[in-house]
């Protein structure tokens, strides 16, 4: 998150008008001389990128700096729907894919199921900050004390409760986009992007041996099996 790479929210947003009068340079064909936007320049060019892909997610990482917290699920999936699911958009784009609802629709679930497991993964980092990444309606649902998990991680009240509701929630984006693509798989050359839910549909499950425990050290680890799992749904236009 760009809040953990600056000492206050103010720099960030410093950081994130920056961008967006690159991008909107970029738009009148005049980069500024900064290496990222030069590539920026020639992507949108050759592509043809909707600058606004770029423009939304840097709305969104801007809007990110002062929410401490989420206070809903709904409101997580409207900021992974503007920042996951927009760039996977922008890499259907560059496929020439765009225009087809149905991979733009897979796409969307798969965003908001990366941004899930992204938060999910991060807990333990986010608690040792005295961040709370859990959507507050699930953390009450649950019964859930932000000081507890600060101090007793996954063996604080409720927590892996929460945590199961959280990740059922990114288990069902999955589901979703599977279920568009059930006869006849992917088509190859949209594979590249959906590759994405690999790790994903890894981390869930692999959560699920771990009874729920998003603090368990061995979630932290990496997947041996990740890469041919990844080979085998290129292969078999599957995820």
């Not at 990110?64 to 760039?87: I, N, Q, R, W």
């Not at 004390?145 to 007793?152: A, K, L, S, T, Y």
């Not at 692999?206 to 061995?218: G, H, Q, R, Y």
Request: charged share 25%; glycine share 2%; hydrophobic share 45%.
């Amino acid at each position: 998150m760009v809040r953990d790479s600056v000492s206050k929210p103010i720099i960030g947003q410093m950081r994130m008008q920056f961008w967006r009068d690159a991008v909107k340079s970029i738009q009148e064909n005049r980069p500024p001389h900064h290496p990222i936007a030069m590539a920026l320049h020639k992507a949108l060019k050759e592509f043809n990128i909707p600058a606004y892909h770029l423009k939304r997610i840097i709305d969104a990482r801007d809007r990110d700096l002062f929410a401490p917290t989420y206070m809903s699920v709904d409101k997580v999936t409207d900021y992974a729907e503007a920042t996951s699911s927009t760039m996977l958009y922008t890499l259907l784009s560059i496929l020439k894919l765009s225009k087809s609802d149905t991979l733009s629709h897979a796409a969307s679930h798969i965003g908001v199921a990366s941004s899930f497991v992204t938060l999910l993964r991060s807990l333990p980092f986010h608690a040792s900050k005295r961040r709370m990444i859990i959507p507050a309606d699930l953390s009450s649902k649950n019964g859930v004390q932000e000081e507890d998990v600060f101090r007793c991680g996954g063996s604080a009240e409720g927590i892996k409760d929460a945590v199961y509701d959280f990740a059922t929630v990114a288990n069902n984006h999955l589901l979703t986009a599977r279920e568009m693509f059930k006869d006849e798989g992917v088509a190859e050359a949209a594979m590249p992007v959906f590759l994405h839910a690999v790790p994903i549909s890894s981390y869930l499950v692999n959560l699920e041996k771990a009874n729920f425990d998003a603090f368990d050290p061995k979630l932290q680890q990496r997947d041996w099996k990740l890469p041919p799992r990844i080979w085998w749904a290129a292969r078999s236009k599957k995820f």
